[in-house]
């Protein structure tokens, strides 16, 4: 069946630091791929979307390129701030309201 | 996403006893979604209801598990006779009407009620 597998955290960097996080999935057929963000004390928020192949994603300066030859969606951004300190899930879903989800990556980021 | 309440959130209960976890959505949206997320997993889809409609369930356990979405008031996800296993973070998520179109993923979810079965 379908699957998202992302990288173990936590995630520590320093503010500024260059982040990425990884994902991988693997699917049946062709899933529109998903990064959510859950902040300290708040509800799970969509971060960025890719809706088909080679699409990329962005927001808030994180960006994340649906690469169908390697079955990734990666999470980069270029200068993390303690503000961007949170838990990210990666996620697919085809046409329906099943979201498969990852079991969430959480990063910190110290000034 | 501010707008989806759940509550508790933290619950705690006994082998045996009933959990009942509530979800309001937010202002104007019709259609909930429960996710769970045992420990070391990701998110897993339980039970989609619109008003008094239960449309999917294929993700609810067969025994002890419900939900509901009465016409005045919260969805209700309600757990009979727990067991350790049931312990697990629980999310409601909303949207606005219709089924959610994976392209646009526009789920807003709650802070999440984490239960722990003692």
Known sequence: GDSVTQMEGPVTLSEEAFLTINC???ATGYPSLFWYVQYPGEGL???LKATKADDKGSNKGFEATYRKETTS???EKGSVQV????VYFCALGYNTDKLIFGTGTRLQVFP | NAGVMQNPRHLVRRRG???RLRCSPMKGHSHVYWYRQLPEEGLKFMVY???ENIIDESGMPKERFSAEFPKEGPSILRIQQVVRGDSAAYFCASSPGGRVQANTGELFFGEGSRLTVL
């Open chain 2, 17 to 19: 006893q009933e959990a």
């Open chain 2, 49 to 51: 209801l619109q008003k």
């Open chain 1, 24 to 26: 991988t999935y693997t």
């Open chain 1, 45 to 47: 928020q969509l971060l």
């Open chain 1, 83 to 86: 503000s961007d300190s949170a």
């Open chain 1, 73 to 75: 969606f990666h999470l």
